[in-house]
């Protein structure tokens, strides 16, 4: 069976008891804080993936790492141990994610900005187009990137609004080399 088939199941059996307990904000933040953990420290996933280190061990490693975590989460990650499936968690973390932003009808997009852009900006991008993806709202990200010269550019999953200066120069350039030939 894939990763990905193998991290989805996890995922939907976690959002299910998230769902159930009305813990889905709570569990996904600590998701993040896991899903960061394992994919800035490479030294605890090689230990947890190491076949000479026993079972019980990489659960003691586990249950002292994320003590402040609910116990979902724990037991999700000691049930990922104890069946060899470490290499899935970020993955794991990832469809969670999937899973509530499908439950809240909302979409993780990131806006590319010559500056940071204030909460009402980011209020007005997010409705106008979560209206246009058939969504009730985005949670975006603002990065900074100088390169636009100015306006925006979204990326809305693999979709991008481009509304920046760069961007629009850039067409203009394509139709005049296009309209050359």
Not at 41 to 52: A, F, M, T
Not at 92 to 102: I, L
Not at 151 to 179: C, F, H, M, P, T
């Given at each position: 069976?894939?990763?990905?088939?193998?991290?989805?199941?996890?995922?939907?059996?976690?959002?299910?008891?998230?769902?159930?307990?009305?813990?889905?904000?709570?569990?996904?933040?600590?998701?993040?804080?896991?899903?960061?953990?394992?994919?800035?420290?490479?030294?605890?996933?090689?230990?947890?993936?190491?076949?000479?280190?026993?079972?019980?061990?990489?659960?003691?490693?586990?249950?002292?790492?994320?003590?402040?975590?609910?116990?979902?989460?724990?037991?999700?990650?000691?049930?990922?141990v104890d069946r060899h499936r470490v290499d899935v968690v970020t993955e794991?973390?990832?469809?969670?994610?999937?899973?509530?932003?499908?439950?809240?009808?909302t979409e993780d997009a990131i806006v590319y900005s010559i500056r940071p852009?204030?909460?009402?900006?980011?209020?007005?991008?997010?409705?106008?187009?979560?209206?246009?993806?058939?969504?009730?709202?985005?949670?975006?990200?603002?990065?900074?990137?100088?390169?636009?010269?100015?306006?925006?550019?979204?990326?809305?999953?693999?979709?991008?609004?481009?509304?920046?200066?760069?961007?629009?120069?850039?067409?203009?350039?394509?139709?005049?080399?296009?309209?050359?030939?």
């Open positions: 069976m894939s990763k990905g088939i193998v991290a989805k199941r996890y995922a939907v059996a976690l959002f299910q008891l998230a769902q159930e307990q009305n813990a889905i904000d709570q569990i996904e933040s600590e998701l993040q804080v896991v899903k960061e953990v394992f994919t800035t420290n490479q030294d605890l996933v090689d230990v947890l993936s190491h076949p000479k280190v026993t079972n019980e061990m990489k659960k003691s490693i586990v249950k002292e790492a994320f003590t402040n975590l609910s116990q979902q989460v724990v037991n999700t990650l000691l049930l990922l794991v973390v990832s469809h969670f994610v999937d899973q509530a932003n499908e439950f809240r009808g852009l204030s909460e009402t900006e980011l209020s007005s991008i997010s409705s106008s187009f979560a209206k246009k993806i058939g969504k009730k709202s985005l949670r975006l990200q603002n990065v900074i990137d100088t390169k636009l010269i100015g306006g925006v550019k979204l990326r809305i999953g693999n979709r991008i609004y481009d509304g920046s200066v760069s961007g629009k120069l850039e067409r203009i350039e394509r139709q005049l080399v296009a309209n050359r030939l």
